[in-house]
C-alpha cells in the first residue's frame, strides 16, 4: 500500500551500507601505510632517490637473513666446547628454527603481497617469500637482539650496536621497498615475544638431555 513502509534491508546489505568505525579504521591505516612505505621506498630501485646507497641496505639485508645465522651458530655448536656455550647456542638454534617456522606460517595465512615497487632481487628465497606480512628480517632481529644482551656478556657500547642493528635492519625493509612499515613493526613485536617463548620454552640438560648427549 502507498502507506506502507519500505521492507528492511538485509543485516549484510546493512553493515555493507553503514561500514563500522572499526572498518573504516582499518582501511585508513591501510591506506596511510601503503602510502608511507612507498614514499620511504627511496632505495628500491638503482635509479630510486637513494639508489647509491642499496648496495649498503643488501649488505644489512643479508646481515638479518635466516641462513648466515642458522649455519653460524650451528657451526659454533659443533665447535663449542664449554657446555654452557653449546646449551645458550643450542637455544639460539631452537629460537631461529621457531622464528623460520612462525614467519612461514603467518605469511602462508595472511598472504599479504609485497610493495608493488620491490625488486624481488632478495637473497635465497623461498615461496613464502613473495607474501610480505610480517618482515622475517625484522622478527629475527629483534629475537637475536634480546636473545644477545640477556645471555651474552657485552660492553655498553657493544649492546648499543646490537640494538642499532635492529634498527637499521627494520628501517632498510622500507627503504629497499621489500616491505611496508606494518609488517615491519609486526615483525619487530613478534620477534620481542617470541624470544619470551624461548625463554619459557628454555632447552638445558635437565629437560632435553637426549639433545645435549649429540654434542
Not at 55 to 69: Q, T
Amino acid at each position: 500500500s502507498a502507506g506502507s513502509a519500505p521492507p528492511p534491508l538485509p543485516e549484510e546489505d546493512c553493515m555493507r551500507l553503514n561500514p563500522s568505525f572499526v572498518g573504516i579504521a582499518l582501511s585508513s591505516l591501510l591506506a596511510v601505510d601503503l602510502w608511507a612505505s612507498k614514499r620511504l621506498g627511496v632505495c628500491a630501485g638503482e635509479a630510486s632517490a637513494w639508489g647509491s646507497v642499496r648496495p649498503l641496505l643488501k649488505v644489512v639485508e643479508v646481515s638479518g637473513h635466516g641462513i648466515p645465522w642458522l649455519l653460524g651458530t650451528f657451526y659454533g655448536l659443533c665447535q663449542s666446547d664449554s657446555s654452557a656455550a653449546r646449551e645458550v647456542l643450542l637455544n639460539l638454534f631452537f629460537a631461529l628454527v621457531l622464528d623460520l617456522v612462525l614467519v612461514a606460517v603467518v605469511k602462508g595465512i595472511v598472504r599479504r603481497p609485497r610493495p608493488t615497487h620491490n625488486k624481488m632481487d632478495m637473497f635465497v628465497t623461498v615461496s613464502v617469500d613473495k607474501y610480505s606480512f610480517p618482515s622475517g628480517h625484522a622478527t629475527r632481529a629483534a629475537l637475536v637482539c634480546r636473545f644477545i644482551l640477556h645471555h651474552l656478556v657485552l660492553a655498553v657500547p657493544l649492546r648499543v650496536l646490537v640494538v642499532l642493528w635492529v634498527l637499521i635492519v627494520g628501517i632498510s625493509r622500507v627503504m629497499l621497498g621489500r616491505h611496508n612499515v606494518t609488517d615491519v613493526l609486526f615483525g619487530l613485536f613478534l620477534g620481542y615475544v617470541l624470544y619470551g617463548v624461548v625463554e619459557y620454552c628454555w632447552l638445558s640438560p635437565l629437560n632435553a638431555p637426549a639433545l645435549f648427549a649429540l654434542w
